[in-house]
């Protein structure tokens, strides 16, 4: 119990795989040397067989005793083992195995490490353009502190505006717009701003237009980008954007609520509204109206704001 404990041969695994190829390489050899001495003994045996013995004197090849064949079919047999020892087991045997075997792990793996790499490489790229749509999206948000609005009256088919004109005559939705837009900024395109007679009144009007030297009544203010638009609207807590079909575009994405007036008819039309995203946007009004002697088409106030 208390005696002392035997030293144990610490042995690793190397050396260990070392010492079973030696043993397996002296087995090899010692089974060859065998077969070698088995060989010649058996040679004499059947020269002394056929010659001394007399055994199958008659039976000749080719004018030549058969042990002959015989001997030479076992040498044949002999050599292919002498192959097997010192040429298939000693240069393709296991060690051999192994170490293609790790040069092609080698190989692979510095193939899987390149695809990881230019994977890496794509997905840095793909995050640093995204994180450039995020800030641009952001900055565009930050510049409007107020709550942007559009505003529009879109026909069934979506349709605005024919050779930069409304399509139709609807004095309760110019009544509404009139309304909603009072005391507000109210950003709009070039082309919007040349279909109206005059600025319409106690409206400040921001005028997208990428002509810098674009001449605008005294008060309406001229902006050269979207963006420029939305920081002069700054002071405003809700400025609306009112058209038309290209500014719309452009600032659906940016908007938080849309106030609609739908025409319940189709019409032709040279520009259109964008389809509403259900999915982003929810309805959270909708009050219908019936055509009547001022109102030549059904239409539905409907208020959208985003989810
Ligand atoms: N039904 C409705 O509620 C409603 C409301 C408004 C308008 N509309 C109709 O819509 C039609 C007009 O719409 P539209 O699409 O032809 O024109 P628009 O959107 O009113 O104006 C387009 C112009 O705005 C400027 N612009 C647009 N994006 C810009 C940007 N990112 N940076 C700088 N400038 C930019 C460009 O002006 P420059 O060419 O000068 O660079 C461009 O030609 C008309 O028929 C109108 O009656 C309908």
């Known amino acids: 119990m208390f005696g002392k404990k035997k030293a144990i041969p610490h042995i690793d695994k190397d050396q260990l795989a070392l010492i079973e190829t030696a043993q397996k390489r002296i087995k090899q050899k010692k089974r060859l040397y065998i077969h070698f001495v088995i060989f010649l003994i058996g040679a004499v045996f059947l020269i002394a067989a056929n010659t001394g013995l007399g055994i199958g004197k008659e039976i000749k090849f080719f004018d030549i005793n058969w042990f002959v064949f015989a001997i030479l079919l076992w040498l044949f047999f002999f050599l292919y083992h002498i192959f097997n020892v010192f040429i298939t087991h000693k240069f393709m045997g296991k060690a051999w ?6 040069k092609l792990v080698f190989k692979q793996k510095q193939r899987i490490a ?41 026909s069934a088919n979506n349709a605005i505006g024919l050779n930069n004109k409304l399509i139709w005559h609807l004095s309760n939705d110019l009544k509404r717009f009139k309304n909603l837009t ?44 979207l963006s420029d638009a939305l920081d002069a609207s700054k002071s405003d807590p809700q400025p609306f954007i009112i058209g038309g079909g290209q500014i719309y575009k452009e600032t659906l994405s940016l908007a938080h609520k849309i106030e609609m007036t739908r025409v319940h008819d189709n019409f032709d039309a040279d520009t259109y509204f964008p389809e509403i995203d259900l999915t982003i946007w929810k309805e959270t009004a909708n009050t219908f109206h019936k055509k009547d002697d001022k109102h030549k088409h059904d239409y539905s106030f409907i208020t959208y704001e985003r989810i």
Do not use: C, W
């Open 182 to 225: 009072n005391g507000h900024y109210i950003i709009m395109g070039r082309k919007t701003f040349e279909s109206f007679p005059k600025p319409l009144p106690n409206r400040t009007h921001v005028v997208i237009s990428r002509q810098s030297d674009y001449k605008v009544p005294a008060g309406v203010i001229l902006v050269n980008s």
């Open 97 to 102: 195995e192994t170490e293609q075997l790790e």
């Open 114 to 154: 390149k695809i990881e790499g230019n994977l890496e490489k794509q997905n840095n790229k793909e995050s640093i353009s995204n994180n450039l749509l995020v800030n641009a999206s952001k900055n565009t948000k930050q510049k409007t502190k107020g709550f942007l609005t559009i505003i529009v009256a879109a």
